[in-house]
């Protein structure tokens, strides 16, 4: 984590382990709705298409 954990104590309360984890689970959730206002707005399918019919 950056300097600004130095000055939040919450992100100091938190530690490193449970500040990624709930970063991650907060830019999953945020991805989901991103994916699905494209897909409402734009009429975009797929984000990410992979090989062997990985899709996102």
């Known amino acids: 984590m950056g300097p600004h954990c130095r000055r939040s104590p919450t992100l100091r309360r938190?530690?490193?382990?449970r500040y990624w984890t709930?970063?991650?689970?907060?830019?999953?959730?945020?991805?989901?709705?991103?994916?699905i206002a494209l897909r409402l707005g734009f009429?975009?399918?797929y984000i990410m298409?992979?090989?062997?019919?990985?899709?996102?």
Do not use: D
């Open 49 to 56: 298409a992979g090989p062997m019919g990985f899709n996102i």
């Open 14 to 17: 938190l530690g490193r382990a």
């Open 22 to 35: 709930t970063a991650l689970l907060f830019m999953t959730m945020l991805g989901v709705v991103v994916k």
């Open 43 to 45: 009429g975009v399918k």
